[in-house]
């Protein structure tokens, strides 16, 4: 299976910053346990649904459109806070992630806004003013603190999350670098055009010649900035080399497996037993044997890829089961196993 596109949908070729993020990655997972640290606890699951109207369905750049939705009598949504995403079940069943990038204070309606990359997105780009979807949340994956100084970062699409925590903070200290491949590619510059031009660095990769580099997108920031990042993996990871402190990202695909052991996984419905080598995960490899296991986040957050264990001892990496689940279940995008594991599929 190849790699997913990146946000800016282009296929990576860049084996240099895949072993940047790789390198990035295992060099945190030592440091955190020579100091004894702990993984992040698991996060609360919210699962409220809610049906919704397409209110607008808004060309934003290329191959890009907002989407505004709201309750079918217009009442009052769950609230949200900048950094927050939606899960989006589309007519079709598949579901998928988006951040919210309307504004928090107006809880009659939400707006997502959607590069066009696979079919999720597609179907997504389909939908027209009147169709119902459902979705459920909000969720937070990508927390915003207070601080005195933030720099946000912003590469094509990821800058959905980002928006809403500029205009949040629009009064403070902060700046913005919004990365593209043209300007023609780049939602919402209209929006950014209105916040303060002296706090703002449009950076299309066309009018430069090259990519940003890490130490560029970083000009701005000092010893005690927050830094808010969300973009590509390789932008990502670009950073991280140089930024180690006060670093807050989103990833929009799967982080790299770092010290993955390779593990077995038995269909029981199926008397399939399946080979999951050290830097693949089960989803993808369970895919290529049933290709209609679902799946969203691919990042253990959203448990849409949860299946009934019958076997084995499993190595969870999610941030969505409770313990009570981790005795019967498994996120198949990121937890792996000891052995075999023998999976109700
Ligand atoms: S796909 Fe979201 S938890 Fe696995």
Not at 163 to 187: F, I, N, Q
Not at 288 to 294: F, S, T
Not at 301 to 315: D, H, I, P, Q
Not at 328 to 333: D, G, S
Request: glycine fraction near 8%; proline fraction near 9%; charge should be neutral.
């Amino acid at each position: 299976m190849s790699a997913p596109p990146d946000l800016y949908g282009r296929r990576s070729k860049d084996r240099m910053w895949a072993f940047a993020a790789r390198a990035v990655d295992a060099f945190e997972a030592v440091t955190r346990k020579l100091a004894g640290g702990e993984e992040p606890p698991p996060k609360p699951v919210v699962s409220l649904s809610t049906t919704v109207v397409v209110r607008k369905v808004t060309p934003e750049a290329e191959d890009v459109v907002s989407v505004t939705l709201s309750a079918p009598d217009w009442s009052p949504l769950p609230a949200w806070q900048p950094g927050c995403h939606l899960d989006l079940i589309l007519p079709s069943g598949t579901r998928r992630q988006y951040s919210l990038c309307g504004d928090p204070d107006d809880r009659s309606t939400y707006r997502i806004a959607v590069r066009k990359l696979g079919s999720g997105s597609r179907e997504v780009h389909a939908l027209g003013e009147g169709d119902v979807v459902t979705v459920r949340g909000p969720r937070n994956a990508f927390p915003f603190i207070q601080v005195p100084r933030y720099l946000f970062i912003a590469g094509g699409i990821g800058i959905t999350p980002i928006l809403p925590m500029v205009k949040a903070v629009r009064d403070k200290d902060w700046h913005l670098v919004y990365c593209g491949r043209t300007r023609e590619s780049m939602p919402f510059l209209d929006e950014i055009a209105d916040l303060d031009p002296a706090r703002v660095w449009i950076r299309p990769d066309e009018e430069y010649g090259v990519p940003v580099s890490g130490k560029e997108l970083l000009t701005w920031a000092l010893p005690s900035t927050h830094v808010y990042c969300c973009g590509p993996p390789k932008m990502i990871a670009g950073v991280r080399v140089d930024r180690r402190t006060g670093l807050h990202f989103e990833r929009f695909s799967p982080p790299p497996i770092v010290g993955g052991r390779p593990f077995e996984i038995e269909l029981s419905r199926r008397g399939t037993v399946l080979e999951v080598p050290a830097d693949r995960s089960a989803l993808d490899v369970i895919r290529e044997a049933v290709p209609g296991v679902g799946y969203s986040c691919r990042q253990g957050f959203c448990g849409t890829c949860t299946l009934k264990v019958a076997g084995g001892e499993v190595v969870h990496h999610d941030r969505v089961l409770t313990d009570d689940e981790r005795r019967e279940k498994m996120a198949i995008c990121v937890s792996r196993g000891n052995g075999r594991i023998v999976l109700d599929l």
